[in-house]
């Protein structure tokens, strides 16, 4: 007589094991009688019920780890050591539909090395300072370390009742971005690392930055498994958007000054330059880092002015001055010269400066800097200019007593223009060509100086000219070739216009202590020229000793 054949559900009723099946959720669905045999409890009694309920409280969360050894009580309420690896079924969509696997006593592993093997784990959680997590599509997070109710106030089990518990929790601006990284994770074909950054909705209602650390655990045929590392960087992000916006409201400052930013790291001499500051100079495709901070500004400035510059920040830095600001002349990037201003403070560790910042200026931006009109510098600058030769004329005399006349490249005179009868050129041809008067005389005063020497428009047909590493003879000289250049007819459209020029002159040897000593000398010399029709009237110390030269 045949025997029929004998259908799985018969079989799992046959099996000595015990056969456990459970929901997404742990509710138990299915129990084979040998549950009965092995824990004592009825299936009837078992099934739905949560599968939780029977596991030792400190064990729930390894279990649903995915730690396959846990303690389980019996109706004795007795705890046995049990394992049971979990088998799950998913749907289409990969989530978890339910879970099964085969329920063993372990009886080859003894209590008291699982005991000290979970106890080891413990102690490393408790070292980490932040959320060990571990989630699975459908059903939530499988495990959380104890530190997330330090870290955001909620309890491990409030946090895992609920498996959307995270997605409710993320600041809504941060949310849309946080779910496409993690969907991707648990719909991704291969494991891999990842991290994210978003702000979290503590229990106490503040806002918390969170790094996370993730990893996706691909395993073919059961879904994808994450796990991670929650750390709160709350302080470090609050630093990170200060430093942020400081620095957007500098950024927006200095583009207000349309002033070039540079920052000099003293010890490494690089040279860091911002976008404003290449096109100063005219080289928009610069780069913003130079390995050789001098080397690159050595490029930049007109050789005759490479002393002058050095000159300038070297006493800022043996703190003869708080802060530096030199004017120089530049080669800019379409090959024409212009002026610039350089200023800037260093910062000094052990009396050692070990790092310069400041800004660059184009002077001719600057209307009260530079003369529009003839395209000269104007008073501010010459004034600047003035003040750097005086100090370092002046550092040369405290070195070495009473300065040399030869050889002393500190030695410089100052010079004070007036035109003569320029009133009458405006009057009788009109201010446009007393303009173009002007600009002549601005052109033939740069022919008649050298590279270093600097001629500025001071104000309306008063013109000024320092003269540089010149002794009191030479500039003398250099005043009366000035005044024979300037008596030249001009012409000027259809008119031929004369029209000479007073000079005062003041040199070094003077010994002033100021600028305005100096301008004041100056402009007392050429009041003398005017007044007595001398051309050229040098500044000697006192009124009695003036020595004039006429020019016919």
Not at 106 to 121: A, D, G, H, P, S
Not at 133 to 138: D, N
Not at 263 to 292: A, K, Y
């Amino acid at each position: 007589m045949a025997v029929p054949p004998t259908s799985p559900g018969e079989l799992l009723q046959l099996l000595p094991e015990a056969v456990v099946q459970t929901d997404a959720l742990w509710t138990i669905t299915y129990l084979n009688p040998a549950w009965h045999k092995l824990t004592g409890h009825s299936v009837d009694e078992a099934l739905g019920r949560s599968l939780l309920d029977f596991v030792h409280p400190d064990d729930t969360g390894t279990l649903r780890a995915g730690m396959p050894v846990f303690r389980l009580r019996l109706a004795t309420s007795d705890y046995r050591w049990m394992r049971l690896h979990m088998q799950p079924k998913t749907d289409a969509a990969d989530r978890v539909i339910s879970r099964q696997g085969v329920l063993i006593e372990i009886t080859e592993i003894t209590e008291q090395v699982l005991i000290e093997v979970r106890q080891r784990f413990l102690r490393l959680l408790e070292t980490i300072d932040g959320v060990v997590w571990e989630a699975e599509l459908g059903v939530g997070n499988t495990f959380l370390s104890p530190q997330v109710e330090r870290l955001f106030g909620y309890t491990v089990e409030e946090w895992r009742s609920d498996p959307g518990f995270w997605r409710h929790h993320v600041h809504p601006d941060d949310l849309p971005a946080a779910l496409v990284i993690d969907d991707a994770a648990y719909h991704a074909t291969h494991s891999y690392a990842y991290e994210m950054s978003y702000r979290l909705i503590a229990k106490s209602g503040k806002v918390v930055w969170v790094r996370d650390l993730c990893r996706v655990d691909v395993d073919k045929g059961r879904p994808n498994r994450m796990i991670g590392l929650m750390i709160d960087v709350t302080q470090q992000k609050n630093t990170e958007l200060e430093l942020l916006q400081s620095d957007n409201r500098y950024a927006l400052a200095t583009r207000g000054s349309n002033d070039g930013i540079w920052d000099w790291n003293l010890q490494t001499d690089v040279l860091h330059v911002s976008q404003r500051f290449n096109e100063i100079i005219g080289l928009d495709d610069g780069g913003h880092l130079h390995d050789g901070g001098w080397n690159f500004l050595q490029q930049l400035i007109d050789p005759d002015d490479h002393e002058r510059v050095q000159a300038a920040y070297r006493r800022h830095l043996s703190g003869n001055r708080p802060n530096f600001s030199v004017d120089f002349r530049a080669r800019h990037g379409s090959g024409r010269s212009v002026w610039l201003n350089w200023r800037g403070v260093a910062q000094f560790e052990d009396g050692v400066a070990v790092r310069m910042a400041g800004s660059l200026s184009d002077l001719a931006e600057r209307g009260s800097s530079y003369d529009a009109l003839t395209n000269l510098p104007g008073r501010p600058l010459f004034r600047d200019r003035l003040e750097h030769a005086i100090a370092l004329h002046q550092d040369r005399a405290s070195r070495g007593g009473e300065p040399r006349t030869a050889g002393d490249n500190t030695m410089f005179a100052v010079l004070l223009l007036d035109l003569d009868r320029f009133k009458a050129v405006n009057d009788t041809l009109g201010h446009h060509v007393g303009d173009q008067l002007l600009q002549q005389v601005a052109r033939r005063l740069e022919s008649c100086v050298r590279a270093i020497d600097l001629v500025a428009r001071m104000s309306g047909d008063e013109f000024n000219v320092l003269l540089e590493s010149v002794d009191h003879a030479d500039a003398t000289d250099r005043a009366h070739q000035i005044a024979a250049a300037l008596a030249a007819p001009y012409r000027i459209g259809p008119h031929t216009v004369t029209c000479g020029a007073s000079i005062g002159v003041v040199s070094s040897r003077a010994g002033f202590a100021t600028t305005d000593d100096y301008l004041r000398a100056a402009d007392a010399a050429m009041y003398q020229a005017k007044s007595q029709a001398l051309g050229v009237c040098v500044f000697s110390g006192s009124e009695g000793k003036k020595k004039g030269s006429r020019f016919i």
